[in-house]
């Protein structure tokens, strides 16, 4: 299983950024996706994630109202579109998949994390 985020780069206070995870695997199945990150000096995070299905998605409180996450399955991709961004939202963003298809806030119930896309928000 290999998930591979792309999209990442430096961009100023009230910007947007879209970020991409393409996940590939036979035996991931239908996952669950999410979206973690960490600052530097921080523990990781949970950002956003979504169900198999797309009918269920859920967010963190600091970031609810301006990213949104979406996946295309005939794709196996999962995107996550920030907007507004502050420079608090800079840290390394993961996405990560789970064998079920539900949504999940928790590290602990992901598989399979990729290696990471580097945010940066200048004041």
């Known amino acids: 299983v290999q998930l591979q985020a792309f999209g990442g780069g430096l961009v100023q206070a009230g910007g947007s950024l879209r970020l991409s995870c393409q996940y590939s695997?036979?035996?991931?199945?239908?996952?669950?996706m999410g979206w973690f990150r960490q600052a530097p000096g921080k523990e990781r995070e949970f950002v956003a994630t979504i169900s198999w299905s797309g009918s269920n998605r859920s967010y963190a409180d600091s970031v609810t109202g301006r990213f949104t996450i979406s996946r295309d399955n005939s794709k196996n991709t999962v995107s996550l579109q920030m907007n507004s961004l502050q420079p608090e939202d800079t840290a390394v963003y993961y996405c990560?998949?789970?064998?079920?298809?539900?949504?999940?806030?928790?590290?602990?119930?992901?598989?399979?994390w990729g290696q990471g896309t580097e945010v940066t928000v200048s004041s």
């Open positions: 695997g036979v035996t991931l199945g239908r996952p669950g």
């Open positions: 990560a998949a789970k064998r079920a298809t539900s949504i999940s806030t928790m590290a602990r119930y992901y598989d399979y």
